[in-house]
């Protein structure tokens, strides 16, 4: 069965530093998400992305947070200089084109600490 | 923005029950949507309802949807071990796209 995977699964990093989490989303997908989960928190909406470009973003999405679809598999999210409160569980999302199902594929996630 | 609440937080049942839990939201929707989380894994999507149903089954699932009264409630027949997990319920606005706002989620235990 298809589904989207996340690497790394666990990374640890420094205050400050740069952090590139990827994702490969289900092939024929078209729509793609990263959510975040902050330990005992709610799934949060972070950035949706389709047809090569943002098509919408949380607050959270700030300047130090980037999408990328470098070549025609990965999705990446970076965050260019990490601060505590990053730390969280990272999940990348896909879609089809038939949004009638509504159903989004979730990856196992990417846990962020950040120390 | 809009959220969904679930309630209980956390159901402890023995296997073979069944367990219930709800989801109330703020503002009005397109569909909302059940997802599973097992401990430290990714979400599982379960089953989906519009706006314009009132009830869907999927296997040992039943959603209902109350948009009056903005909640949904999901309940799963006769619980297995395995069901243990975390439940979201996650609300989408808009028919043409999947971003999705998800409650704090109900922690199920099955015991054996």
């Known amino acids: 069965e298809p589904e989207v995977t996340q690497t790394p699964s666990h990374q640890v990093t420094q205050m400050g530093q740069e952090v590139i989490l990827r994702c490969v989303p289900i092939s024929n997908h078209l729509y793609f998400y990263w959510y975040r989960q902050i330990l005992g928190q709610k799934v949060e909406f972070l950035v949706s992305f389709y047809n090569n470009e943002i098509s919408e973003k949380s607050e959270i999405f700030d300047d130090q947070f980037s999408v990328e679809r470098p070549d025609g598999s990965n999705f990446t999210l970076k965050i260019r200089s990490t601060k505590l409160e990053d730390s969280a569980m990272y999940f990348c999302?896909?879609?089809?084109?038939?949004?009638?199902?509504?159903?989004?594929?979730f990856g196992e996630g990417s846990r962020l600490t950040v120390l | 923005s809009q959220q969904g609440e679930e309630d209980p937080q956390a159901l402890s049942i023995q296997e073979g029950e069944n367990a219930t839990m709800n989801c109330s939201y703020k503002t009005s929707i397109n569909n909302l949507q059940w997802y599973r989380q097992n401990s430290g894994r990714g979400l599982v999507h379960l089953i989906l309802?519009?706006?314009?149903?009132r009830e869907k089954h999927s296997g040992r699932l039943r959603v209902t949807l109350d948009t009056s009264k903005k909640s949904s409630s999901l309940l799963i027949t006769a619980s297995r071990a395995a069901d243990t997990a975390s439940y979201f319920c996650?609300?989408?606005?808009?028919?043409?796209?999947?971003?999705?706002?998800f409650g704090a989620g109900t922690t199920v235990t099955v015991r054996a």
């Open positions: 309802i519009r706006s314009n149903e």
């Open positions: 996650a609300t989408s606005r808009r028919s043409n796209d999947y971003k999705l706002s």
């Open positions: 999302a896909s879609g089809d084109r038939d949004m009638n199902t509504g159903e989004l594929f």
